[in-house]
C-alpha cells in the first residue's frame, strides 16, 4: 500500500508570496492533518479535514488555510509568507475515526527569503 | 492546558546499554497516547498507540507503557540504527480529539 505522499518536497519563496503545499493520503484514509514543525517550537497541529470539512483547527492566523478534495487529497495555502513561515510541513493522514492512527508523509521543506 | 513533557532532551547510550524515554502529559482525557520515531529530514513514523492505564506495547528492542499521568518508552540492548528522535503525542477525550498535541522529542544517539 503506498504510503502518504507530498509536493514539492522542497520550495523556496520570498516574503510576501504566497504558497500552495499538496498531500494524497493512503488509499482509504479520509482524515488529512497539517502540522508545521521547527526546531523551536518542535511539531505543532495547524488543521484536520475529514471528507472535505474541516474538523478541527489549531492557533495560527488566518494566512495558513487548507481545504480537501472528493478523493481526500488535500491542499494547503500560505498567503503573504513571512520569514517565520519557513518549516518542515508534514500531512498526515488516518482512516477517519478519531483514536485512528496518524501515518505522516515525507514533507515539504519550504524556506522563506 | 493540555500538554505534553517529554525527557530527557537529549539521550547518548553505547551500544547495549538499555534506558527509557519519559513523557507526561496533562490533558482533558484521553483518548490516545501515540509513540513515533523521526529520523532527520523525514516524517515521523508510528511506531505504537496506547489508549488505557496499565497498557503495554513492544516491537522488536522497543516496549512502550502507560500510567494515568505518563508513558515510557524503554529501549534494550540499543543498536546504532536506533538512533532518532522519539515524539509522544496525545489524543484529547473531548470534541477537539483530532488535535494531536506533540512533545518536543528525545533524541536518542547510539554509540556503537
Known amino acids: 500500500k503506498a504510503g502518504v505522499t507530498q509536493t514539492p518536497r522542497y520550495l523556496i519563496k520570498t516574503r510576501g508570496q504566497q504558497v500552495t503545499l499538496s498531500c494524497s493520503p493512503i488509499s482509504g484514509h479520509r482524515s488529512v492533518s497539517w502540522y508545521q514543525q521547527t526546531p523551536g517550537q518542535g511539531l505543532q497541529f495547524l488543521f484536520e479535514?475529514?471528507?472535505?470539512?474541516?474538523?478541527n483547527k489549531g492557533n495560527f492566523p488566518g494566512r495558513f488555510s487548507g481545504r480537501q478534495f472528493s478523493n481526500s487529497r488535500s491542499e494547503m495555502n500560505v498567503s503573504t509568507l513571512e520569514l517565520g513561515d519557513s518549516a518542515l510541513y508534514l500531512c498526515?493522514?488516518?482512516?477517519?475515526?478519531?483514536?485512528?492512527?496518524?501515518?505522516f508523509g515525507p514533507g515539504t521543506r519550504l524556506t522563506v527569503l | 492546558e493540555d500538554q505534553v513533557t517529554q525527557s530527557p532532551e537529549a539521550l547518548r547510550l553505547q551500544e547495549g546499554e538499555s534506558s527509557s524515554l519519559n513523557c507526561s502529559y496533562t490533558?482533558?482525557?484521553?483518548?490516545?497516547l501515540f509513540w513515533y520515531r523521526q529520523d532527520p529530514g523525514k516524517g515521523p513514523e508510528f511506531l505504537f498507540t496506547l489508549y488505557s492505564a496499565g497498557e503495554e506495547k513492544e516491537k522488536e528492542r522497543l516496549k512502550a507503557t502507560l500510567t494515568k499521568k505518563e508513558s515510557f518508552l524503554h529501549i534494550t540492548a540499543p543498536k546504532p540504527e536506533d538512533s532518532a528522535t522519539y515524539l509522544c503525542a496525545v489524543q484529547p477525550g473531548y470534541s477537539s480529539a483530532s488535535k494531536i498535541i506533540f512533545g518536543s522529542g528525545t533524541r536518542l544517539s547510539i554509540r556503537p
Open positions: 479535514y475529514f471528507s472535505e470539512t474541516q474538523r
Open positions: 498526515a493522514s488516518s482512516p477517519g475515526q478519531l483514536t485512528d492512527t496518524q501515518y
Open positions: 490533558v482533558s482525557g484521553l483518548r490516545g
